[in-house]
């Protein structure tokens, strides 16, 4: 599209945890700017209460998918993720993300651009912000997405029906900084990457005890200004440039398991505490675990001779299976990662976008 709709059709979901807009590609501007600026009066930014829009006031209710058919004979469909900045008029592609990802399939069903099978559907997703891959698969009986079924996620109330997310062995670096380790501003960290830009830290360095609830976290100004100098060294040290401005990479902070799982996170994407954690974070925070020497290696409690892990955060916890191999160089890299998510449809229907600012004058 060359000109700027002034509406949109637009399918509401919950993804996994996070909320967004899903939108086909073809119903956007194909200009990135023009299309930002559509979205960003579509979700009512920038405003800390998006009050005039779609978004709910916080990172994990303020994202966007946009969803093409694919070129690539490996995927069925492409799935470009955007944050859309809450307080500030921007919109960034420099983070892929898991939880919007559980919703690409149904909605590509949905809109006709994957036909669904008799009993379940699966769905080759390229992520276009990272060029990785992943399948999807969701029940659809009778031809038709089937929401509804007995899984739960923590962080959502209720049950519905799963869909299973896999990943296939990752192409790129685990340990982004060639080291397992690295220390900034005095604190050990591991920066790892499966499919999430993430640097680990234990907890207790930063003198949490890593189980306060994210409110408190976020409340904690001397921590904030920590995690800010630890990040924008981190970032450069990923080779990401300078991240002030970006949202990636996160931080997790890593203590010991309280309820039976590997290990308890409290997750910053990058400001705000997520109220659970990312499922690429997720894959990240696993991965990170099983590197022999890594931050969090020592505290983890990993099943022995499993390829499984429950992650620990703040509203429950997330399952995830994931297994490492070695490159030809000895560098540790993702094999397998799998986890199951759930998605609901909302809304569908056609959004009106905030009018654009008049020109002054
Ligand atoms: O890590 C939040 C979320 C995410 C990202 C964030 C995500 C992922 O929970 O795959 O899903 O880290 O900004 O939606």
Do not use: W
């Not at 790129?172 to 060639?178: I, M, Q, S």
């Amino acid at each position: 599209m060359t000109s700027v709709p002034e509406e949109v059709p637009c399918l509401l979901m919950r993804g996994g945890t996070s909320k967004g807009a899903y939108f086909l590609a073809a119903d956007l501007p194909a200009e990135p700017a023009l299309r930002d600026d559509l979205l960003l009066r579509i979700m009512g930014s920038p405003d800390e209460r998006q009050i005039d829009g779609l978004g709910g006031a916080h990172p994990l209710t303020s994202k966007v998918a946009v969803v093409s058919p694919s070129a690539d004979p490996q995927a069925d469909v492409d799935y470009l993720f955007l944050q859309v900045v809450v307080e500030r008029p921007e919109v960034s592609d420099r983070q892929n993300c898991g939880n919007l990802l559980a919703g690409v399939g149904p909605f590509a069903v949905e809109r006709g651009l994957v036909p669904a099978g008799e009993e379940r559907t699966r769905v080759r997703i390229r992520m276009v912000n990272s060029g990785d891959h992943a399948t999807a698969s969701f029940p659809t009986p009778g031809g038709r997405v089937d929401y509804t079924g007995g899984a739960r996620i923590s962080g959502v109330p209720g049950t519905a029906a799963p869909v299973v997310i896999e990943f296939p062995a990752g192409a790129g670096e685990l340990l982004p900084t060639g080291s397992v380790r690295d220390e900034i501003d005095g604190v050990q960290v591991t920066c790892v990457d499966n499919g999430m830009p993430t640097v680990l830290i234990a907890a207790d360095l930063l003198k949490v005890t890593g189980y306060e609830s994210p409110k408190d976290l976020e409340e904690d100004l001397t921590l904030a200004d920590r995690l800010r100098r630890i990040r924008l060294e981190a970032g450069r040290l990923m080779g990401l440039g300078d991240v002030s401005d970006t949202t990636v990479p996160k931080l997790t902070l890593l203590a010991p398991p309280r309820d039976g799982g590997a290990v308890t996170t409290r997750t910053f994407i990058p400001v705000r505490c997520h109220t659970s954690i990312g499922v690429l974070g997720a894959a990240s925070v696993a991965a990170g675990l099983r590197i022999d020497g890594s931050v969090g290696a020592d505290l983890a409690e990993l099943p022995p001779g499993s390829d499984r892990m429950r992650i620990e955060h703040p509203t429950g916890f997330l399952d995830i299976e994931s297994s490492l191999g070695t490159t030809p160089e000895g560098l540790p890299t993702a094999r397998r990662t799998a986890v199951v998510r759930t998605a609901r449809k909302i809304f569908d229907g056609t959004v009106f976008p905030r009018a654009a600012a008049r020109p002054q004058g």
